[in-house]
């Protein structure tokens, strides 16, 4: 039973365009959200989170939007670089404080110039 | 300051052997959780320890086992490998979990 879904594998969008990663939940016991980047051979690199009890947090060139009554959150990331390729897997966690996080499979970002 | 270590970066075992995984937190970060990544299965949270003890666990059977020392480093535990346990291991640690994981990269099990 797949509690976190990213239903694109991919995605491709031109340099200095915005790129929208998309994550479905089905756990509405989730209330804590975060986005990862991951390059091949690393980990996982912590990106942004949000909490339930907000539906916008915005850093720098990543903005995540959380609409809990679909059960759906979103990052943007505005204008697209070149680096930001790679695979973005979002996370969710039924407590705040606690470390069990459900990951979605991924998404690969590649950004064209 | 260092992030997190995961040793050894690579593995090869075979099956019906054990094998055992270190990890040593950013200094200072009390909780490490260990994840398996999988091309079919993807990033699946194993367990979690904080303060020597085991916080929560994963759907993982008994095979898979970890600790933690008073020097918040841990280690995993995988007895009696199976081809599927083939994946790629990872660590994270945090402060407090609001702050973000930060993950180490990764320790790569090859099971023949």
């Known amino acids: 039973d797949q509690q976190v879904k990213q239903n694109s594998p991919s995605l491709s969008v031109q340099e200095g365009r915005i790129s929208i990663l998309n994550c479905d939940y089905t756990n509405s016991m989730f209330d804590y959200f975060l986005w990862y980047k991951k390059y091949p051979a690393e980990g996982p690199t912590f990106l942004i989170s949000?909490?339930?009890?907000?539906d916008k947090n915005e850093d720098g060139r990543f903005t995540v939007f959380l609409n809990k009554s679909a059960k759906h959150l979103s990052l943007h990331i505005v204008p697209s670089q070149p680096g930001d390729s790679a695979v973005y897997f979002c996370?969710?966690?039924?407590?705040?404080?606690?470390?069990?996080?459900?990951f979605g499979q991924g998404t690969r970002l590649t950004i064209n110039p | 300051k260092a992030g997190v270590t995961q040793t050894p970066r690579y593995l090869i075992k075979t099956r019906g052997q054990q094998v055992t995984l270190s990890c040593s937190p950013i200094s200072g970060h009390r909780s490490v959780s260990w994840y398996q990544q999988t091309p079919g299965q993807g990033l699946q949270f194993l367990f979690e320890y904080f303060s020597e003890t085991q916080r929560n666990k994963g759907n993982f059977p008994g095979r898979f086992s970890g600790r933690q020392f008073s020097n918040s480093r841990s280690e995993m535990n995988v007895s009696t490998l199976e081809l599927g346990d083939s994946a790629l291991y990872l660590c994270?640690?945090?402060?407090?979990?609001?702050?973000?994981?930060?993950f180490g990269s990764g320790t790569r099990l090859t099971v023949v």
């Open positions: 994270a640690s945090s402060f407090e979990a609001r702050d973000g994981y930060t």
């Open positions: 996370a969710a966690s039924p407590v705040q404080g606690a470390q069990k996080l459900v």
């Open positions: 949000i909490s339930s009890i907000k």
